[in-house]
T-cell receptor
Framework: EAEVAQSPRYKITEKSQAVAFWCDPI?????LYWYRQILGQGPELLVQ????????DSQLPKDRFSAERLKGVDSTLKIQPAELGDSAMYLC????????????FGPGTRLTVL | AQSVAQPEDQVNVAEGNPLTVKCTYS??????LFWYVQYPNRGLQFLLK??????LVKGSYGFEAEFNKSQTSFHLKKPSALVSDSALYFC????????????FGKGTKLSVKP
């Protein structure tokens, strides 16, 4: 069964350092999402791509976060500089285009900022 | 604005007994509702969705959900709980915008005891 791949699974960094997360969606899924999940809460959308274009980044803290999907396949989410409050699980999901389609999630990257 | 509420932080059930995980929603327009499950240190797995049609939706792993428009609820159910069902369950609703992003509840921890 096809799965969304993410790496690394765990990342520990010090504040003010740069971190990057990678996501490879299910083949054929044109829509890709990055979510942040703080412990004890549900995921919150950071950014959504349709192919290589950003269609929603209204909740992305653009002063420190950036995301790209250059060839419309895999994607990278970057944080620079990391802050203590960025400690969370970062989830990537993908889906076929369409309002009613379910999203398929990767295993996530657990970020700890010291 | 669209929202979902999961009124119970935790639900405890004995193995073999029926289980219910509650979700209520608030939407303008038609509700498009989803249930996901999350096992420890894993991403979310899709269980089922309601778009239109029958109020009783059947999903993966023996789960089903009942859509009730008058009570604005979408409760997750299973006739006979398994210990392996122990996990975190999230209800989600489409946000009503053109991109149809998901808005998640805070989650309910299900604990099934032998």
């Amino acid at each position: 069964e096809a799965e969304v791949a993410q790496s690394p699974r765990y990342k520990i960094t010090e504040k003010s350092q740069a971190v990057a997360f990678w996501c490879d969606p299910i083949s054929g899924h044109a829509t890709l999402y990055w979510y942040r999940q703080i412990l004890g809460q549900g995921p919150e959308l950071l950014v959504q791509f349709q192919d290589e274009s950003v269609v929603d980044d209204s909740q992305l803290p653009k002063d420190r976060f950036s995301a790209e999907r250059l060839k419309g396949v895999d994607s990278t989410l970057k944080i620079q500089p990391a802050e203590l409050g960025d400690s969370a699980m970062y989830l990537c999901a993908s889906s076929f285009p369409g309002y009613y389609n379910e999203q398929f999630f990767g295993p996530g990257t657990r970020l700890t900022v010291l | 604005a669209q929202s979902v509420a999961q009124p119970e932080d935790q639900v405890n059930v004995a193995e073999g007994n029926p289980l219910t995980v509650k979700c209520t929603y608030s939407v303008s327009g038609n509700p498009y509702l989803f249930w996901y499950v999350q096992y420890p240190n894993r991403g979310l797995q899709f269980l089922l969705k309601y778009i239109t049609g029958d109020n009783l939706v059947k999903g993966s792993y023996g789960f089903e959900a009942e859509f009730n428009k008058s009570q604005t609820s979408f409760h997750l159910k299973k006739p006979s709980a398994l210990v392996s069902d122990s996990a975190l369950y999230f209800c989600a609703v489409r946000d009503g915008g053109s991109q149809g992003n998901l808005i998640f509840g805070k989650g309910t921890k299900l604990s099934v005891k032998p």
